[in-house]
């Protein structure tokens, strides 16, 4: 059937916002490690500022080449992506394939470029759950139809937690139940899960945060000590019986050192007040308080905050709710079921990186290692950002000619 051709593109504001958010991205990533003496006298192209435009250029070639093919054709082949993600996340497990790194094995060394399966993973998820979830409503009631659905979900998570990465794996969650909600899952089998996922979560943290050691449930050290400095836990409530005091100082030691990175972010973000110290002024970051290994990455926002303020805050917030309402409304103008389904997986994936990294920089959220998408330094997180964004571009572009 003939549909008129669409009076504009490409989504112009989604696009500006995009742009405003890669120039951050790329001058706070030089003001986070061009302080750092030993970063400052590499060669120029081997500046970590530098690979980051690089990745932007990379990730805005790829998101026009999501363009150019109309989502539907993308979709047809979006099996055959989750399953060959599925076979890298496995890959990535196995010693000798799989690098380790800060004691988990997430990257594949590709020796120009550290690849990193579970970023693209979310996105193969997203295309294939949205064409599995795109069928007729009335094979949505069925249990069997919607344990499929939920078997493309698990799978992945499953795998992304052996690695570990916790919060990689938790985005899923979220992503894959508002998808099957906008679908048309009956909503008494998303209420039922809700309450199984809910009340698992409560019985682990229980476990975790005030069992005795022995009774607690296997993890990896570092994620247990995440979880008891963020529930506010002493280590010494779990030192063995007969413990010294030369023990307990020890425990109360490595709790201040475990919470080191959090506290220094926590400080970033405050000490910056209305207007920050200024571009490249932020004494936390310039005199190492806030750690240069994690400063360019995880804690990006906390660099921003002290030096921009809370005025620098809002403005990264307001660009991200440009992007995230500028998305709904492409999946409100999408022309099928299935562009609606892509454009709501990315906007809450999208939504649930930006809630979890800011929210650990600020503590409301535990430390989980939740790239902040275009402004946190990594090839895997931007490119895949950008193609994500592609996608929505994508069905903007196919929308309804009305």
């Known amino acids: 059937m003939f549909e008129?051709?669409?009076?504009?593109?490409?989504?112009?504001?989604?696009l500006a916002a995009l742009v405003g958010l890669m120039i951050i991205g790329a001058a706070f990533v030089f003001s986070a490690t061009m302080v750092n003496e030993s970063a400052a006298v590499l060669p120029w192209y081997d500046q970590t500022w530098v690979r980051q435009i690089v990745w932007y250029v990379l990730g805005l070639g790829g998101a026009a080449a999501v363009c150019l093919v109309d989502y539907h054709t993308l979709a047809r082949w979006s099996f055959v992506v989750y399953w060959a993600m599925i076979i890298c996340l496995v890959a990535v497990l196995i010693p000798h394939i799989g690098s380790m790194r800060y004691g988990a094995r997430r990257w594949i060394d590709l020796a120009v470029f550290q690849f990193q399966p579970s970023e693209f993973a979310k996105l193969a998820f997203i295309m294939a759950g949205a064409n599995f979830l795109s069928r007729p409503v009335?094979?949505?009631r069925r249990p069997d139809v919607f344990w499929k659905a939920m078997g493309l979900m698990l799978l992945p998570f499953m795998l992304i937690m052996k690695e570990p990465d916790l919060g990689s794996a938790l985005v899923l969650l979220p992503t894959g139940l508002v998808m099957m909600l906008v679908a048309g899952t009956p909503r008494a089998y998303l209420f039922k899960l809700v309450g199984i996922v809910g009340l698992l979560a409560a019985i682990f943290v229980v476990d975790i945060v005030f069992l005795p050691a022995r009774f607690q449930l296997p993890m990896q050290e570092y994620q247990r000590n995440r979880l008891l400095n963020y529930f506010g836990r002493n280590y010494t409530d779990f030192a063995p019986p007969g413990a010294t005091p030369a023990d307990l100082q020890r425990l109360?030691?490595?709790?201040?050192?475990?919470?080191?990175?959090?506290?220094?972010?926590?400080?970033?973000v405050g000490s910056g007040g209305l207007m920050g110290k200024g571009w490249r002024q932020g004494t936390q970051n310039a005199l190492g308080y806030l750690p240069r290994a994690v400063a360019h990455n995880d804690f990006i926002f906390s660099v921003i905050a002290e030096e921009e303020g809370f005025v620098g805050s809002v403005i990264i917030l307001a660009l991200y709710a440009v992007v995230l309402f500028t998305g709904l409304r492409i999946a409100g103008q999408a022309?099928?079921?299935?562009g609606k389904l892509v454009a709501v997986g990315v906007v809450t994936l999208i939504f649930s990186h930006v809630f979890i990294n800011i929210g650990m920089n600020i503590r409301i959220m535990p430390v989980t290692g939740v790239?902040?998408?275009?402004?946190?330094?990594?090839?895997?997180?931007?490119?895949?950002?950008?193609?994500?964004?592609?996608?929505?571009?994508?069905?903007?572009?196919?929308r309804r000619g009305y």
């Open 4 to 14: 008129p051709a669409p009076k504009q593109n490409l989504d112009k504001l989604q």
């Open 138 to 140: 009335d094979e949505l």
């Open 252 to 268: 109360r030691q490595r709790q201040l050192d475990d919470a080191y990175n959090v506290r220094q972010a926590l400080i970033s």
């Open 335 to 338: 022309r099928d079921r299935l």
């Open 371 to 398: 790239p902040l998408p275009l402004l946190s330094y990594g090839g895997s997180s931007v490119l895949c950002s950008l193609i994500a964004v592609g996608l929505m571009q994508n069905i903007h572009i196919h």
